[in-house]
T-cell receptor
Framework: DQQVKQNSPSLSVQEGRISILNCDYTNSMFDYFLWYKKYPAEGPTFLISISSIKDKNEDGRFTVFLNKSAKHLSLHIVPSQPGDSAVYFCAASRNFNKFYFGSGTKLNVKP | NAGVTQTPKFQVLKTGQSMTLQCAQDMNHNSMYWYRQDPGMGLRLIYYSASEGTTDKGEVPNGYNVSRLNKREFSLRLESAAPSQTSVYFC??????????FGEGSRLTVL
């Protein structure tokens, strides 16, 4: 049974608007979370992380929010750009050990 | 800096054949991982190594073996390949206190 779930396989957004990608997890012991971006035929590349001691982390256009009580995290991209079109994965771990990934959300940013 | 290097990038096998996927990192990382990516399933952890000489099963270890040869190298072996092992395989490494760095992937087809 998957411990990390991304329930939206795809998302389409207009350029300049906000993209919100969601991720849920089941293990309350997870304490470190990551977001990755993946283009076809390439390896995933790291975007942003958040520790369970925080509820928000920002890096430029990317912000990750963590709601521990709901076991939910989200990635906000503002403003969205066509180059952001890719598959986004969230991942979670306990004590930086095994990282479990979601199934991914394919983001399409329309010009 | 090469980062994480995987070989081979492409491989076609017949059912029952064996092969080894090689992975090497030059970042002096302690932790290394093998994932497989399948459509709709995201990235699933096959095996994990927290440090040289240690390995641990992930979510989908059946049909695979691993060797952490030294700090730099972590190999994945398929002893008797099956069509269900057709996938894209990713190796990753981390310092053990942060994000994972991925290789470019190895596309394996088992006929």
């Amino acid at each position: 049974d998957q411990q990390v779930k991304q329930n939206s396989p795809s998302l389409s957004v207009q350029e300049g608007r906000i993209s919100i990608l969601n991720c849920d997890y089941t293990n309350s012991m997870f304490d470190y979370f990551l977001w990755y971006k993946k283009y076809p035929a390439e390896g995933p590349t790291f975007l942003i992380s958040i520790s369970s001691i925080k509820d928000k982390n920002e890096d430029g256009r990317f912000t990750v929010f963590l709601n521990k009580s709901a076991k939910h995290l989200s990635l906000h991209i503002v403003p969205s750009q066509p180059g952001d079109s890719a598959v986004y994965f969230c991942a979670a771990s306990r004590n930086f050990n095994k990282f479990y990934f979601g199934s991914g959300t394919k983001l399409n940013v329309k010009p | 800096n090469a980062g994480v290097t995987q070989t081979p990038k492409f491989q076609v096998l017949k059912t029952g054949q064996s092969m080894t996927l090689q992975c090497a990192q030059d970042m002096n990382h302690n932790s290394m991982y093998w994932y497989r990516q399948d459509p709709g399933m995201g990235l699933r952890l096959i095996y994990y190594s927290a440090s040289e000489g240690t390995t641990d099963k992930g979510e989908v270890p059946n049909g695979y073996n691993v060797s952490r040869l030294n700090k730099r190298e972590f190999s994945l072996r398929l002893e008797s390949a099956a069509p269900s092992q057709t996938s894209v395989y990713f190796c990753a490494s981390s310092s053990g206190f942060g994000e994972l760095f991925f290789g470019e992937g190895s596309r394996l087809t088992v006929l």
